[in-house]
């Protein structure tokens, strides 16, 4: 529960050693580098290293043709990470040139290829017709058309017998009857336009189709094999080109990629003269390490600060968990990661959403399934929250024998707690309230803390959240207790002192930090303005305790809930009986612990952010970003 120090570093060195510090720099997986921009802007004489990126257009030259024609690059061990432009672009224009040449003349046979497969398909279907296609397509006084026509409709051409064509059917797969009809061209508009209200869908045959149906197949057939033969060697000789300059590409890919990174990260180098500087945070622990690793490059320089150093920069916040709270880092950084100064409290909601997870699904079988699939989630897809499941999974086994649960049954095991019990609802529900009281005094405390820190002391004193909040809330606490308890401690000086006055420092807050911290007037806009909205803030200030805390009631409903619809999965399986009593169980099982398991999970997500995060939390600080995450 931890944010790692960090050391705020500044690399200097000469512009002939540039390549050679920003590789280096990049194969750092511990440095967070900070814009150039962020120094200029203050000081005059800097500027940015600004020159132009010849890398990107022979990356993207690379990439697009390893896609088209499918060969692989990558990266390879290189002695010299320096290229001549302008000879690799030659090169690369006089190779891909040979190679589209080639691919030009296979493209032009897989669309022959293509065009004959489509003329045999339509050929098939009027194969039944004996006749020369020469011989039909040359008659000036005819007008042919091949097509196919919905089998309901064929009927219907009956209508219009009286019309010069002439109807021929070849054949009927159920759906269309594949035919032919023949006009005169001076009927044809109006034939046509019959036929089309039929939905006759035409075929066209290709101009290249000679002879019988029979005979074209065959010679298309043929052509279409010995194009693809052809294309097949094209493409062989595409493969053996890049296969012969493979080396010379991925060195080439290998040297561009580097200094096209080099080139990206000139956003971070400050100019000074004729001198460079890249800044940036390192892990103090990596500090000295850094340092050594790059003053052994020729005249550059490392100078090690603390990290808040300089007013101009933010230091960025590195999180540093142990193995039990990492996975819940996540739900932290869903609100926002907490600034340098900051303490990390993903330990602290670690332990508590295991807890209340545990508590609300308590079931020996269903967590173990759950630690089970999170388990493999987070071994075989590297999912962080499949690391959390196998958490809660052994949070609600352990609760599970407290509730005797194990798949919903409470006959194997005998419980310590009968959440179903009409005796212990009551008893279940104060506990959940009594939870959530003390989760909340652990976040104002917690929030105490984090001010007194940060050296606020009119927040860690006065605010809701902080010293007279937790006395309020507290005492009002003990005025309940003592009502229902009759333990006779309450009197007029402990309403006073611990609520009233509380209270009314809380309502004062504005103000007091204002004289006290900022020593400015009190009261800017008026007292009579501060009263009427300080009055609204202070209800809503006294309805929050009473919502937060009633809010943890919902930890109590859940572990009733999850006990009735296991109780109604057993009693279904009962009325079918027999092996369907097994499907049931099952089944039911299944179900509620996926529809549950999700809710109670957003349930107690929400009880963090809500009710305990709201109280300590701001989560405006700068995430860690090395220069390849970035």
Not at 79 to 108: H, M, S, T
Not at 237 to 253: G, P
């Amino acid at each position: 529960m931890a944010i790692a120090k960090l050391d705020l570093l500044s690399i200097n060195f000469e512009k002939e050693h540039y390549n050679e510090v920003l590789l280096k720099l990049f194969d750092h997986d511990d440095f967070n580098p900070e814009l150039a921009t962020k120094f200029i802007d203050s000081v005059t004489g800097l500027s940015v290293y600004n020159q132009d990126n010849l890398y990107e257009e022979i990356l993207v030259r690379l990439n697009d043709a390893s896609k088209k024609y499918q060969f692989e690059l990558k990266e390879i061990p290189v002695k010299n990470n320096q290229i001549n432009v302008l000879r690799v672009k030659e090169y690369l224009d006089d190779l891909l040139l040979d190679v589209e040449r080639i691919d030009a003349v296979r493209e032009q046979l897989e669309k022959m290829i293509v065009e004959n497969q489509e003329a045999v398909i339509q050929l098939k279907h009027v194969a039944g017709i004996d006749v020369d296609f020469d011989d039909l397509f040359n008659c000036a006084y005819l007008k042919i058309r091949f097509g196919k026509i919905p089998v309901n409709n064929v009927a219907k051409l009956d209508y219009y017998e009286s019309l010069p064509f002439v109807f021929k059917d070849f054949e009927n797969d159920g759906h269309y009857v594949w035919c032919m009809y023949i006009t005169t061209p001076g009927d044809a508009p109006e034939v046509d336009n019959i036929f089309s209200s039929l939905y006759f869908e035409r075929i066209y045959i290709p101009n290249f189709v000679h002879g019988s149906p029979e005979l074209a197949i065959g010679e298309i057939e043929e052509e279409a094999r010995v194009a693809k033969e052809q294309s097949n060697k094209l493409q062989k000789r595409i493969a053996k080109l890049f296969e012969d300059n493979q080396d010379e590409l991925n060195r080439i890919y290998t040297v561009s990629k580097h200094l096209n990174d080099v080139a990206v990260m000139q956003k971070y180098v400050v100019v000074i003269g004729d001198h460079l500087s890249v800044n940036g945070f390192v892990p103090s622990k990596n500090s000295k390490k850094f340092k050594k690793d790059f003053e052994e490059i020729e005249n550059v320089f490392v100078d090690i600060k603390p990290a808040n150093s300089d007013a101009r920069l933010q230091p960025p916040t590195l999180l540093k968990n142990s193995w039990f709270s990492k996975p819940f880092r996540m739900f932290v950084e869903m609100y926002g990661v907490p600034k340098y100064n900051d303490a990390d409290p993903t330990m602290l909601v670690a332990l508590s959403y295991t807890l209340l997870f545990g508590i609300m699904f308590g079931d020996v079988g269903q967590g173990a399934i759950l630690s089970i699939v999170g388990f493999i989630a987070y071994k075989k897809f590297g999912l962080q929250l499949g690391a959390v499941g196998m958490r809660l999974g052994i949070s609600s086994m352990i609760f599970g024998i407290v509730f005797g649960s194990v798949f919903g049954s409470e006959e194997i095991l005998i419980p310590m707690f009968n959440a179903m019990s009409p005796d212990n609802t009551m008893t279940l529900l104060i506990a959940a309230i009594c939870l959530g009281i003390i989760l909340i005094i652990i976040s104002m405390a917690f929030n105490v803390f984090l001010n007194f820190k940060k050296k606020n002391l009119g927040e860690a004193i006065l605010s809701q959240n902080g010293i007279c909040g937790l006395v309020f809330y507290i005492s009002i606490l003990g005025l309940v207790i003592n009502m229902f308890l009759g333990l006779g401690f309450v009197n007029i000086f402990y309403v006073l002192i611990l609520i009233v006055v509380p209270l009314l420092l809380i309502f004062l807050k504005e103000p007091l930090i204002r004289k006290f911290e900022e020593n400015e007037e009190m009261f800017p806009n008026g007292f009579g303005a501060f009263f009427v909205e300080g009055f609204f803030e202070l209800f809503e200030v006294v309805l929050s305790f009473i919502t937060n805390t009633m809010s943890f009631l919902r930890v109590g409903g859940f572990v009733l809930s999850h006990a009735g619809m296991m109780l109604v999965v057993y009693t279904l399986a009962g009325m079918v009986g027999g092996v369907g009593e097994y499907i049931v169980i099952v089944i039911g099982n299944v179900f509620v612990m996926c529809l549950e398991g999700l809710i109670v999970g957003i349930q107690v997500l929400r009880l963090e952010f809500y009710e305990m995060f709201s109280r300590y939390y701001e989560g405006n600080g700068i995430p860690f970003r090395t220069i390849k995450e970035d």
